[in-house]
């Protein structure tokens, strides 16, 4: 018992120094050319416009369902007229930039860590390193730069479409005007709420690149250890998603935000 407990320590410690010192050869290269402009603009198109889809359709119904709950309850106390307000809130400082940074992990980071996983184990890292190609530069960086960029424009986007559907069960079923609605929301929303709603999707996105090609590249055993990998990844990112999610929030609530 004694053994086990201190070599599952050791192998802890080992994989959390091994996730670190990845962090620390990526944030390295950050700093210095070349960052391949073309292969960041691919990678744009493909973690940002192929998840619109999904984006929209998760903000859409989480936006509807938020206005019909909030909005059957504020009825029992007459309040129903701050149905606006309150969705358009906590969508842009929470609910969005929380749940589609859920759905980016687990479309966009597992096919990250699928598309490197399959490149490792059928030794395409090993003839990139043999051709003096760093794929922390190449396959890491690229990935890096399209996660961070794309994820705050695709919460953007489901923000409003989540106060989009929020509206159509204002308007449908609660009996408030469209012009009400629309006026709500804007006066509620403040400098702050945006802030918060716009640091976070870049955190996460970062995290989540950083996390899908670190399991990516550290794949072993053929195709079952690719699954393994996908599956950590999609695990780990949305652990981290709370967790930044919650340290960000106290920081902001710290300094006043």
Request: one cysteine or more; proline letters at 3%.
């Amino acid at each position: 018992m004694k053994d086990y407990i201190i070599n599952t320590a050791a192998s802890t410690v080992e994989a959390l120094y091994r996730f670190f010192a990845f962090h620390w050869e990526v944030a390295k290269r950050l700093v210095r050319p070349p960052y391949y402009p073309k292969l960041i603009w691919e990678q744009m198109d493909r973690v940002g416009v192929d998840s619109l889809p999904i984006v929209v359709l998760t903000s859409f119904f989480t936006g509807f369902v938020l206005a019909f709950q909030i909005g059957y309850a504020l009825m029992r106390f007459g309040a129903k007229l701050y149905v606006g307000g309150i969705v358009s809130v906590s969508l842009v400082r929470e609910l969005g930039p929380v749940l589609i940074s859920l759905v980016f992990a687990g479309r966009v980071g597992a096919g990250i860590t699928a598309e490197l996983g399959s490149m490792q184990v059928s030794e395409q890292i090993d003839a990139m390193r043999a051709l003096a190609t760093d794929p922390i530069r190449k396959l890491v960086l690229t990935r890096f730069f399209a996660t961070v960029i794309m994820l705050p424009i695709l919460v953007v986007v489901g923000d409003l479409i989540g106060i989009l559907g929020g509206m159509l069960v204002s308007v449908m079923n609660l009996g408030l005007t469209a012009n009400f609605y629309r006026t709500s929301v804007v006066n509620s929303l403040v400098f702050n709420d945006l802030i918060s709603g716009f640091i976070k999707p870049i955190v996460f996105g970062g995290m989540v690149a950083i996390v899908a090609c670190y399991f990516g590249l550290n794949a072993r055993g053929g195709t079952k250890g690719v699954g393994d990998a996908v599956t950590r990844t999609v695990v780990v990112s949305s652990v981290l998603v709370f967790l930044l999610d919650a340290f960000i929030t106290k920081v902001l609530f710290l300094l006043g935000m």
